[in-house]
DNA sequence: CTGTTAACCTGAGTGC
DNA sequence: TGCACTCAGGTTAACA
């Protein structure tokens, strides 16, 4: 499910709700995520506040008070492909794959929602300083980092497709299956290019066209084709604006030229053989 | 080092 | 209906 816009959305739908709330208690009902919940978990969050919310590539973070002067301990969730964290009144049934509740002073729980499980909940003290998750990060695409010359220069002698290397994390934040397709179709970029051999103007291009399709995907509420909803449950829209992905046999929205698929690195990539080159 | 593949897990969809 | 099979928005461990 979600990419940087449908963590962005769920960060955005839960943040009025846990700001400056106290933790009453947390229920794990199944650790087994895609890195187990600590067995002390609900010990660890009990009592705590939340004084913010903050975002890195698809990792929301709530930042809990920590002692008087030090900075927020941290509580890393990541959506995995079907997670879900939705904010419910405490009398909303429990459904099955509710995995966690945080229940919150004011009567409202954040519950994770995650069927494959492949998502996680991790407690992260600030005094054990940056998690290695986020030290192997490349820059967020709305960060001044992150800019075509940099993605020329990381991507020289890379023989890998440009679509590969620009869902890897390690590049850029944010973008996955299916906004690095869009981004690439938009840019007219064929997937399927050696990362090494575009050139710099291509570069200049793309990341002007990943930072376009984050920010309006982001706009629309993320996009919504299965699972993904955002904290009050709802869809998002920006399926609708999709130009290639699952678009494969339909006439291109530009050209009309039908759309192709292929696999580059066990996922599906579609692209429009027209417009991309 | 780079690049590719399989694996983690459940549910939805398809074809027989 | 049911069974077997494929595929799905992410990430990483293991491999060549």
């Not at 927020?72 to 509710?98: E, Q, T």
């Not at 966690?100 to 992260?124: I, K, M």
């Not at 993605?151 to 023989?159: I, N, P, T, V």
């Not at 990362?195 to 710099?200: E, F, I, M, W």
Request: proline share 7%; net charge positive; charged share 25%.
């Amino acid at each position: 499910m979600p990419e940087l816009p449908e963590v962005e959305t769920v960060r955005r739908g839960v943040e009025p709700h846990v700001l400056g709330q106290r933790i009453l208690r947390a229920l794990v009902r199944e650790p087994r995520l895609r890195w187990p919940v600590p067995p002390d978990f609900a010990a660890w969050v009990a009592g705590r506040r939340i004084v913010g919310t903050d975002r890195r590539g698809k990792y929301l973070l709530l930042l809990l008070e920590g002692e008087p002067g030090a900075p927020p301990d941290r509580l890393i969730v990541h959506l995995g492909m079907s997670g879900r964290l939705l904010v419910v009144a405490r009398d909303v049934p429990l459904r099955k794959h509710d995995h966690l509740d945080l229940e919150l002073e004011g009567g409202l729980v954040l519950r994770y929602h995650d069927p494959r499980r492949f998502g996680a909940v991790l407690p992260w003290p600030a005094a054990q300083g940056a998690h290695p998750l986020m030290e192997t990060m490349g820059p967020e695409p709305f960060s001044a980092d992150f800019h075509g010359d940099y993605l020329f220069q990381r991507s020289r002698g890379k023989s890998a497709a440009v679509k590969t290397f620009l869902m890897d994390g390690g590049v850029v934040v944010g973008a996955g299956n299916i906004y690095a397709a869009e981004s690439l179709f938009r840019a007219g970029i064929r997937p399927t290019r050696p990362a090494g051999k575009l050139t710099r103007a291509e570069y200049a291009r793309l990341a002007e066209r990943v930072r376009e399709v984050l920010a309006e995907a982001v706009e629309q509420g993320g996009t919504t084709l299965r699972d993904f909803a955002g904290a009050d449950g709802r869809s998002g829209y920006f399926q609708q604006d999709l130009y290639v992905y699952g678009r494969e046999g339909e006439a291109c929205r530009v050209c009309g030229t039908a759309i192709k698929s292929l696999r580059l690195g066990n996922r599906q990539s579609c692209y429009c053989p027209r417009c991309q080159r």
